[in-house]
Nanobody, 121 residues
């Protein structure tokens, strides 16, 4: 069983910073892409950032220059450093890991439980 545990969400003032963490555990053979998504009230879930196994990254235009995604392959953890936070960043943030349980098998998506980030003065 794959388990993803997220942490780091909080209430923060505009311009502040937060660091989200998502740690995977269970019988995982290999992890491919890891990423962060968010869902604001009344909106669809959207991609925030992704990171490949060797560190290549992609970001949504709305967070470029402010957010940094990183990963620790040994600890099977993905992070999202969020700086210069804006009210429009308010959302539930979900981590997603593409993982396989056996060598040669397909990768599947696994989702964290979500962590609330609220940016407000």
């Amino acid at each position: 069983q794959v388990r993803l545990v997220e942490s780091g969400g909080d209430l923060v003032q505009p311009g502040g910073s937060l660091r989200l963490s998502c740690a995977a555990s269970g019988s995982i053979f290999s992890i491919n892409t890891m990423g962060w998504y968010r869902q604001a009230p009344g909106k669809q879930r959207e991609l925030v950032a992704t990171i490949a196994p060797r560190g290549s990254t992609d970001y949504a235009d709305s967070v470029k220059g402010r957010f940094t995604i990183s990963r620790d392959n040994v600890r099977k953890t993905v992070y999202l450093q969020m700086n210069s936070l804006k009210p429009e960043d308010t959302a539930v943030y979900y981590c997603k890991i593409d993982a396989t349980l056996y060598s040669g098998s397909a990768y599947y998506h696994y989702w964290g439980q979500g962590t609330q980030v609220t940016v407000s003065s």
